[in-house]
């Protein structure tokens, strides 16, 4: 069976496992900027990893690399058993669904309400009405959103367009939710009740992926802590207290 076809069966039947395996990963630019430096490390399905690191680290970069978004320039990004770099273009899109995705800004449609921004993940996937009018309470009851379903991103506080945000990148069942800076705009109280909800996500047995440069909401969920410093990986710990 050509190479192809077996990578989209596997998309398709969801038999990957939440394994990534980075090995002896660099990024570099055509400027000669080298963005990540000989990094290697083990994620495990069900795991919840936090990647720490000042801003122009390489945080971002080495998530992306993850989600396919951009390729390394050495080295090897698995998931599963499956080098993603030798993934065709037209399979991409299959292989994303493993991925929800949370950035920094919520991304929300300004023009959808709350219930039709979560609702548009699972349109855009061609599901059906029945399953999307089932599912998309369910999740916004999950997120604390229930009250707020009729609401247009500009109504409601960050803490709960974030909120948003995260129901709209689980609510296809990603095996890997991956969560880039989720809380730099947020205040201490929405900070943490989106932890708390990373935490549950967690606890459904989604693979997380944060990365953060606050050390403080690390050190109290007590998490696998990953250090990125100048590109390199200089610490990885099976749990905090972060040692910066």
């Known amino acids: 069976m050509r190479f192809d076809i077996v990578m989209l069966y596997y998309f398709l039947v969801g038999r990957f496992m939440s394994f990534i395996r980075f090995e002896n990963v660099s990024k570099s630019y055509a400027q000669g900027a080298i963005i990540l430096d000989d990094i290697s490390f083990d994620i495990d399905q069900g795991e919840f990893v936090t990647i720490i690191g000042a801003s122009g680290v390489g945080k971002s970069t080495l998530l992306r690399l993850i989600y396919a978004e951009q390729k390394a320039s050495s080295g090897r990004v698995l998931f599963g058993d499956k080098d993603i770099s030798l993934i065709k273009k037209k399979l991409l899109p299959f292989y994303r669904r493993n991925f929800g995705t949370v950035f920094q800004d919520s991304k929300l449609l300004e023009n959808k309400t709350i219930y039709e921004n979560v609702a548009y993940a699972l349109e855009v996937q061609g599901k059906g009405n029945a399953q999307i009018e089932e599912e998309v309470p369910k999740i916004l009851e999950i997120v604390g959103l229930s009250h707020q379903y009729d609401k247009y991103p500009h109504q409601v506080s960050g803490g709960e ?23 730099g705009n947020l205040d201490p109280d929405a900070t943490w009740n989106i932890m708390q909800l990373l935490l549950k996500i967690n606890e459904f047995g989604t693979t997380v992926i944060l990365a953060t440069h606050d050390t403080q909401t690390v050190d109290h969920i007590n998490r696998r802590v990953m250090v990125i ?3 390199r990986l200089v610490s990885d710990k099976a749990q905090s207290k972060y040692a910066g």
Do not use: K, N, Y
């Open 229 to 231: 410093q100048e590109g």
């Open 161 to 183: 367009a974030q909120r948003a945000s995260l129901a709209r990148a689980v609510i296809h069942r990603p095996r890997v939710l991956v969560a880039d800076e989720p809380t």
